[in-house]
């Protein structure tokens, strides 16, 4: 059963959370064959909701934005984007082993940094570092690990928590490699399509759904039965509120295997029968490898 089409058109104008040098403009080039990547112009964006905006006013043919963290968890503003109108699917994934530096402008040493920018989860994953290294520096909250650099050469701030390539991207040098309190860390990242664009099946996919329940005695249940009932393995379940109905959640969720094949197709038939307002953000091939962070991001 199929109620997904292909598109093969190929994908040349590609929006990724900016600027040059985060993790998810080298989990963007990981994710691209070279015959993709000679042509691909690459888009930095202000942001992971207007990397999803892109795509969805068509200005970009797909977005790469991150999803979630083994050390922080999910990307809050990606997984609410996800769930707006009009409907985007996932089509790729890329797993990159993320390393955090401490950058500078050249000369600034631990005792000049009063205040430190990165992205949330960069702060998230270094913190205990920065209270023992740096206890009196302000901490600010940059759209990303790459944006907290800018603002280091910008002078805005003394120090960012980045990756070594945004160190290259903006003219600074590392001042500490890294510092992150968990070594190990992965970031998972997803490249997102407006519909019709649905990878075939490969015999190793991953589908992400994301469904609306009625608040019930035992409707979760009912329905995370349904793909235990077909031997589905979940790999990643969390909830987001639906922002204007208080009360009310998203419940994400991965599985394994494509839409196209019998089980996940019957899966998600029977969730809706059951009630549950069921969105398909797509069944693409799972990358279970780590990679390490690759190239500029950027031509
Ligand atoms: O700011 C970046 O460089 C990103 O790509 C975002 C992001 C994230 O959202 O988790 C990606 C990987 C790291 O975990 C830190 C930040």
Redesign the pocket.
Same mark, same amino acid.
Do not use: D, I, K, R
């Given at each position: 059963m199929s109620s997904t089409t292909r598109d093969e058109r190929p994908l040349r104008r590609l929006g990724f959370?900016g600027p040059p #040098?985060?993790? !998810? #403009? +080298?989990?963007l080039v990981a994710m691209l064959e070279p015959a993709e990547s000679a042509v691909a112009d690459l888009v930095p964006l202000h942001g %992971?909701p207007a990397v999803l905006a892109a795509v969805r006013e068509g200005l970009v043919d797909a977005g790469c934005?991150?999803l979630?963290?083994s050390?922080?968890g999910a990307?809050p503003p990606?997984l609410d984007g996800l769930t707006e109108d009009p409907p985007l699917a996932i089509i790729r994934e890329a797993v990159?082993a993320?390393r955090?530096a401490l950058i500078v402008r050249p000369g600034t040493t631990t005792e000049g940094i009063r205040a430190v920018a990165? &992205? $949330? &989860? #960069?702060i998230a +994953?270094t913190r205990d570092w920065i209270t023992t290294h740096l206890p009196a520096a302000e901490v600010r909250i940059? $759209? $990303? !690990? %790459?944006? #907290?650099a800018a603002q280091v050469a910008r002078g805005e701030v003394d120090a960012a928590v %980045? $990756?070594p390539l945004?160190a290259r991207e903006h003219g600074l040098e590392i001042l500490v490699h890294d510092i992150a309190d968990h070594p190990g860390?992965v970031?998972r990242?997803a490249l997102v399509a407006r519909l019709g664009v649905t990878p075939a099946p490969t015999g190793r996919d991953r589908t992400t759904l994301a469904l609306a329940v009625e608040n019930r005695p035992g409707s979760l249940v009912t329905l995370l039965r349904e793909f235990a009932l077909r031997d589905i393995d979940l790999t990643r379940i969390e909830s987001r509120p639906v922002r204007n109905r208080p009360g009310n959640y998203w419940f994400h969720l991965d599985c394994a295997g494509h839409v196209e094949e019998p089980a996940v197709g019957e899966a998600l038939a029977a969730l809706r029968r059951r009630g549950a307002h069921v969105r398909n953000l797509g069944s693409y091939p799972r990358a279970d490898t780590p990679q390490p962070p690759v190239g500029t991001g950027h031509r």
């Open positions: 959370l #040098g985060t993790f !998810t #403009g +080298q989990a %992971s934005v991150p979630e963290n050390v922080e990307v990606v990159l993320v955090f990165s &992205h $949330s &989860h #960069g +994953q940059a $759209s $990303s !690990t %790459s944006e #907290g %980045s $990756s945004a860390a970031t990242f």
